[in-house]
T-cell receptor
């Protein structure tokens, strides 16, 4: 069965530091999608990125960047020059084929606290 | 703006009550999902539906049932609420994977407390 592991339960850094959130996954599918979501204190999950298993290019969006390495089954997320507004719980997720649909398998989440 | 709306933000129910959690999406999505979120466990799938009246069990379906009579609405039912069902419940919807802009949209969640 598919599995997503976010080994870092909590991370706390000072504002402006760079921080990397780790994500390791297991799947037997040859085609799959990986996602990162942000959950601020309000509770709603906010989509950050989707990555297709055939596309191993790293992606940068402002202060956010993602490193996808199929060889190590990892999809890590880096925030550069962190800000207090980045404080949230971050989830990595893997799509899993299911009858008629693709369902998401989530990691346990990493609580990130950015201190001023 | 596309939306997934969950009817209640907070609910308090008594043990043994039948509880309905409602979710409505306005994006004409085929797939809908119910997850529960607990600290240290992430989000775990309870049930999902890939079409009207079609449903599939997720990883933790025990004690729950679902109903999807219309495409836009997916209801989660706790037949007889128990204290171990105290949790945050999140509804989501998605397109089919082969459709463009494949992704998931989540509701704001319902925090259910069973006393």
């Amino acid at each position: 069965a598919q599995k997503v592991t976010q080994a870092q339960t909590e991370i706390s850094v000072v504002e402006k530091e760079d921080v990397t959130l780790d994500c390791v996954y297991e799947t037997r599918d040859t085609t799959y999608y990986l996602f990162w979501y942000k959950q601020p204190p309000s509770g709603e999950l906010v989509f950050l990125i989707r990555r297709n298993s055939f596309d191993e290019q790293n992606e940068i969006s402002g202060r956010y960047s993602w490193n996808f390495q199929k060889s190590t089954s990892s999809f890590n997320f880096t925030i550069t020059a962190s800000q207090v507004v980045d404080s949230a719980v971050y989830f990595c997720a893997l799509s899993e084929r299911a009858r008629g649909a693709q369902k998401l398998v989530f990691g346990q989440g990493t609580r990130l606290t950015i201190n001023p | 703006d596309v939306k997934v709306t969950q009817s209640s933000r907070y609910l308090v129910k008594r043990t043994g009550e039948k509880v309905f959690l409602e979710c409505v999406q306005d994006m004409d999505h085929e797939n809908m999902f119910w997850y529960r979120q607990d600290p240290g466990l992430g989000l775990r799938l309870i049930y999902f539906s890939y079409d009207v009246k079609m449903k599939e069990k997720g990883d933790i379906p025990e004690g729950y049932s679902v109903s999807r009579e219309k495409k836009e609405r997916f209801s989660l039912i706790l037949e007889s609420a128990s204290t171990n069902q105290t949790s945050m419940y999140l509804c989501a919807s998605s397109l089919m994977v082969w459709q463009g802009n494949y992704g998931y949209t989540f509701g704001s969640g319902t925090r259910l407390t069973v006393v």
